[in-house]
């Protein structure tokens, strides 16, 4: 396809998605539609459906950064929201902290995190250690 058939392609489509900056939930799902049925397209996309997909995902990520920011948490605010979430209690956790008085200083904030807890509990999460500093 030649470069001037490419660019008609890619305005075709602009002209019937009419992606735009997103200011409401509303508009932000109706780009992650359009995303998806770019997505779930059977066959391989055409250079300028490529181009619409990556114009989506910045909208909708731009979107999602400003309206849906995790808001920064301490350490042990995470970890106590893995527990809860996990439904788990501190005894749970012995084998990542080694015993109950550690396991109860560190969600009393009387002790830190050592490098090998959040090792540990990283993997046994499955998160990041970065969410734990």
Do not use: W
């Not at 066959?43 to 300028?48: G, H, S, V």
């Not at 114009?55 to 920064?72: H, Q, R």
């Amino acid at each position: 396809m030649s470069i001037a058939a490419a660019q008609l392609e890619y305005a075709s489509l602009l002209r019937r998605t009419l992606p735009a900056v997103i200011h409401s939930d509303r508009e932000n799902e109706r780009c992650i539609s359009l995303l998806e049925a770019l997505d779930g397209k059977e066959e391989r996309l055409t250079a300028a459906e490529r181009r619409l997909a990556e114009l989506l995902a910045v909208l909708i990520e731009d979107f999602e950064e400003k309206n849906y920011a995790l808001k920064p948490a301490r350490p042990v605010e995470v970890l106590r929201e893995l527990i809860q979430a996990n439904g788990l209690r501190q005894k749970d956790l012995l084998d990542i902290f080694g015993t109950p008085s550690i396991v109860s200083e560190v969600l009393r904030e009387k002790r830190g995190l050592t490098v090998e807890h959040i090792r540990r509990l990283s993997r046994r999460f499955h998160v990041s250690p970065e969410v734990f500093f």
